[in-house]
């Protein structure tokens, strides 16, 4: 029988990554891809080309939607872009016309991106629900008639735990809300179906290995088909010739509408090389691979009386690790210097893999941690 994660599953010399160093913060930064400096070479080439370049911007775009499309088994159409997730959840907030009494329920663990939007809605309208706790079905239970958003992270930053979206879709469907979700914890390693939601969101500089400047939005036509954003640009409009405002302005009929002004060509060029990258691996693959190492270092932790905050189950969380404490920055930093990057911050430590770790790796990362935490 193989020992799964023996080995990475991605081609180590692919990556720009410093020798002798064990790089598992993936939940904030992976790692660039060697092949991103052509993408760079690629995008100023077409920059300098005139018209004929903005041609070959707007196909790169395309295909990047396609491609999108393709892993989270949607239709490119649906697919759409913003300069980061607080942008397009911003948008949704904004599109949506409140009544007094209207709530929205966030996990109280949710990252501020997701929540901040509607926690800043003009007049103390929606009501901010939270669910607290550890039980799998808290959101749930804060619903009620006048929710009219159930935002969620499908996996959290904080902890790494997975909720079950097929439960959160029932109970929006009972009540008539909207289901919004946040990938960017799971893009790029875990299968989306990003149909389940009426909108979803993802940062593209983790797991997708892209970089910041661009984060994908989701619009499902199908479940929402009059939406309509409150804000827009010249990029917003269904025609590129000259608009004439006496007669009403329409708006794109796709989920570019999401892009008031043009998508960060720079990033998505970055973004079309990672996609292809990931193209080569199955996404099942890569999921197992990844939890592979979680669930083997979990036990690890749990046997030398350390209890991640992560549920053990990995039905139930990613590709992260999360140990809660008062850690300072120094604990990160020494780490960090002793070759172990990791990610800190908020109370935690994360420990995040992607398909360039592999087991071997854990023997490091239990010795240096434990090492620096008794001292």
């Known amino acids: 029988m193989t020992n799964p994660a023996a080995s990475p599953l991605f081609e180590l010399a692919a990556f720009d990554l410093p020798k002798n160093v064990i790089h598992v913060c993936a939940g904030g930064e992976t790692p660039p891809l060697l092949r991103h400096a ?31 499309g393709e892993m989270w088994r949607v239709a490119p159409g649906d697919v759409g872009f913003v300069s980061n997730v607080a942008e397009g959840v911003s948008m949704l ?77 029932v109970k929006a469907n009972e009540v008539g809300a909207i289901l919004a979700v946040d990938y960017t914890q799971a893009a790029g390693y875990l299968p989306i179906d990003a149909s389940i939601a009426d909108f979803a969101f993802s940062a593209c500089y983790k797991w997708l290995l892209g970089i910041t400047g661009c984060a994908v939005a989701y619009w499902n036509r199908c479940r929402q088909p009059n939406w309509r954003p409150s804000t827009g640009g010249w990029h917003s409009l269904a025609s590129g010739s000259r608009p004439n405002y006496s007669e009403g302005l329409m708006l794109r009929t796709d989920a570019l509408r999401f892009s008031r002004g043009n998508p960060s060509h720079a990033s998505l060029y970055v973004l079309d090389g990672a996609l292809d990258f990931l193209a080569g691996y199955e996404i099942e693959a890569v999921q197992s691979h990844v939890q592979a190492l979680t669930g083997d270092l979990h036990d690890r932790l749990s046997a030398v009386g350390i209890h991640p905050s992560t549920p053990r189950d990995p039905e139930r969380h990613g590709a992260s ?20 990057y990791i990610w800190g911050g908020r109370g935690r430590l994360r420990i995040s893999f992607h398909g360039f770790n592999q087991r071997s790796e854990l023997d490091t990362i239990m010795s240096e941690l434990l090492h620096e935490l008794k001292r």
């Open 38 to 68: 052509a993408s760079f070479a690629s995008y100023l080439k077409d920059k300098a080309d005139g018209m004929p370049g903005r041609v070959a911007q707007n196909l790169v775009v395309e295909r990047v939607r396609d491609r999108i």
């Open 93 to 169: 907030c904004e599109s949506i016309t409140w009544q007094e009494g209207d709530n929205v329920c966030f996990d109280g663990n949710e990252y501020p991106s997701i929540v901040v939007p509607f926690a800043l809605a003009a007049a103390g309208v929606p009501e901010i629900r939270f669910a607290e706790g550890g039980d799998p079905n808290r959101i749930l239970e804060k619903v009620d008639a006048r929710t009219r958003v159930i935002a969620v992270s499908y996996v959290s930053y904080l902890n790494g735990e997975r909720f079950d979206l097929t439960k959160l879709r």
């Open 321 to 340: 690790i999360c140990i809660d404490g008062n850690f300072g920055q120094g604990v990160v930093d020494e780490l960090h210097r002793r070759g172990v």
